[in-house]
């Protein structure tokens, strides 16, 4: 299983110097395997150190936190010996040693020429950050690229990555999504599916489905176990709302997230700021702020904390908690469910840090996303997500704010791909209307 992270890692490793890297990412995305596996197979050794399997190793940071002081404690609890200047050392789960995370700027610092990875599942709720003395990326679910080349179809990926525009390869493409639009791009779900392909179509699905459940449920216990100051009981109440809410709508944007209604006796965004931020911190939900009247850059001077789309980080899990079947999903008149279309391409752009991502409102016309190019433009970008293209927000958007080029998503083929101005793209294409059509 390849991760498009993996070229950026082997260009840190590349530098003559270099921070430690801080891989942050929800739990089960696959963090691990992308050091351990991918990373650490350019590695002569790799010492592996999980401070959420192992807590007791946590005492190779309890005195001095200089490199050599360090390397040298791990060496004697794990029985390893580290070669500094070739070996990869990766620290797991290291939120649960803070004195860890606070070593690693004495790694920046004093040890440049070494290899140190970290990773985390709760980077984002440490009290103490080492600001400046890493080198951060986050690591979300597989993208529609990387679930196309765990499938093994080189010549499907090799269409995809060409941008093919063909009847042959729309057909084949769309179906491939609609199967993404069921597992998601958790690594384990994606491997279930794949390995599983000489099995019943009801065997992968189950399979699928169960880990799903199982998912979903560790996530809820880590609500209990990392929640802090914040209430347990109402992170689970925004977490269980944000599919229901997303599903509340047939044949229009998602709306915004209401806050009534979540928790008893909690009606207002003050009162569940604290539970977003958390789920947010912890790459559980995604955020979208609608922006109105005609948006200028940069969008973010625009948004309110307070007016918010929530979605989830993982398409196969919204799914999952909706009860939304394989069979359904799969069938023709299926396109109605326009917010599947619309939380897939939000998980797309996130994935290539567009977070949080803005939308824009005016009377009845929405568009579900808005981006700045690299000139500072601000570009509409229309989701349809079935054959119907007719788009009446868009041609409110154009009359209202006159952009240079607009982008539609759609269940069709597309426009042809000389088109500069007015491009449709089908849906499977998400990542294009960033890495492509947008120049950033």
């Not at 850059?297 to 999952?320: E, S």
């Amino acid at each position: 299983m390849q991760r498009l992270l993996l070229e950026k890692l082997l260009l840190w490793k590349a530098k003559p110097a270099r921070k430690p890297l801080l891989i942050d990412g929800a739990r089960q995305t696959g963090k691990t395997y992308l050091l351990q596996s991918l990373l650490g197979d350019s590695f002569e050794h790799v010492l592996r150190v999980d401070f959420l399997e192992s807590p007791e190793m946590a005492e190779a940071f309890a005195g001095s936190l200089t490199p050599e002081e360090v390397i040298v404690n791990l060496e004697l609890l794990t029985g390893e010996q580290f070669n500094p200047i070739t070996d990869l050392l990766i620290l797991d789960e290291i939120g649960e040693c803070p004195r860890a995370v606070t070593a690693l700027k004495y790694f920046a610092e004093k040890a440049p020429q070494m290899y140190v990875a970290a990773s985390g599942s709760n980077i984002g709720l440490l009290n103490a950050f080492p600001v400046g003395k890493v080198e951060q990326h986050n690591l979300r679910p597989l993208t529609f690229r990387e679930f196309l080349i765990a499938s093994g179809e080189t010549t499907l990926s090799k269409a995809f990555a060409s941008q093919a525009n063909s009847a042959a390869a729309h057909s084949k493409l769309f179906d491939k999504l609609t199967d993404y639009y069921f597992t998601g791009g958790m690594p384990e779900a994606v491997r279930i599916w794949f390995d599983m392909k000489e099995h019943s179509i009801i065997e992968r699905v189950q399979a699928v489905s169960n880990l799903h459940s199982d998912l979903v449920s560790g996530y809820q216990r880590d609500f209990g176990k990392y929640s802090g100051k914040v209430d347990a009981g109402l992170i689970e109440a925004v977490f269980s709302n944000v599919p229901s809410q997303l599903s509340s709508v047939i044949d229009e944007s998602v709306k915004r997230f209401k806050f009534k209604g979540i928790h008893e006796r909690k009606s207002r965004y003050s009162e569940l700021e604290s539970a977003i931020t958390w789920l947010d911190k912890c790459r559980l939900v995604l955020k979208n702020y609608p922006i109105d009247g005609t948006p200028r850059n940069p969008l973010a001077a625009y948004q309110k904390q307070n007016m918010v789309k929530l979605f989830m980080f993982d398409v196969g899990l919204l799914n999952h908690m909706l009860g939304v079947s394989y069979r359904e999903i799969k069938q023709q008149g299926y396109e109605y469910k326009g917010f599947i279309a619309e939380s897939f391409v939000q998980q797309e752009f996130a994935a290539q840090g567009i977070d949080p991502t803005f939308s824009w409102g005016d009377a009845r016309a929405e568009i579900e996303f808005i981006v700045a190019d690299d000139q500072g433009n601000i570009i509409p970008i229309e989701v349809k997500s079935g054959k119907r293209t007719r788009a009446k927000s868009l041609q409110s958007y154009i009359n209202k704010c006159a952009p240079n080029k607009t982008i539609k998503l759609t269940g069709t083929q597309g426009s042809s791909p000389v088109e500069r101005h007015n491009i449709v793209l089908p849906l499977y294409y998400s990542e294009y209307a960033i890495s492509r059509h947008l120049k950033r």
